[in-house]
């Protein structure tokens, strides 16, 4: 994906580069504009792949999340949350791995895709922990519960930070 991504960005701004985009307008009105919603359904598509990655819940699950809150809640359900979280955490974990072995040599397109992630991915995490920490699900919240909101968003911003190749650290 991000290897698609990174093609796509090159070829608009070769297109742009080059003058080659007078040449595709009059032939096609709407060439240049596919290559450009073609690169928009990428981020998309990627965000979303992050996403599950980090198995951050749907709003239905939110929705049964909300429904614990002020409530006891049984053994089951207790269970359940600290797997959403243990999964979170490692899919968080493996999403970082991931990011530091690729590169986007184009500023533009990381600060895009960064762009992306923190709109898309940080108010699923919101909700997620806003639940989460409305619930009474373990005495030792900390080991499941790991970042805040604005931590989680520092660690999204982070996977671009490094330039061509991104870091973890």
């Known amino acids: 994906m991000i290897f698609q991504m990174n ?3 090159y070829i608009l701004k070769s297109i742009y580069k080059t003058n080659i985009h007078r040449y595709l307008l009059s032939q096609d009105r709407e060439a240049v504009a596919k290559f450009t919603s073609i690169m928009d359904e990428r981020k998309l598509f990627y965000s979303r792949w992050c996403a599950r990655m980090l198995s951050l819940p749907d709003s239905n699950l939110l929705n049964r999340l909300a429904g614990m809150i002020n409530r006891s809640i049984d053994q089951k359900e207790k269970s359940s949350l600290k797997s959403l979280w243990n999964d979170f955490n ?8 991931q990011h530091h072995l690729v590169s986007i040599p184009d500023r533009e397109l990381r600060h895009s895709l960064e762009h992306q992630l923190v ?4 108010p699923m995490y919101r909700g997620f922990w806003e639940k ?8 030792n919240r900390d080991k499941y519960i790991k970042l805040s909101v604005e931590e989680f968003e520092m660690r999204i911003r982070q ?3 490094n330039g061509t190749t991104n870091s973890t650290r």
């Open 119 to 122: 709109r898309d991915l940080v």
């Open 90 to 97: 490692n899919g968080l974990n493996t999403l970082t791995k």
């Open 7 to 9: 093609n796509i960005q």
């Open 132 to 139: 989460s920490t409305s619930i009474t699900f373990t005495t």
């Open 159 to 161: 996977l671009f930070n």
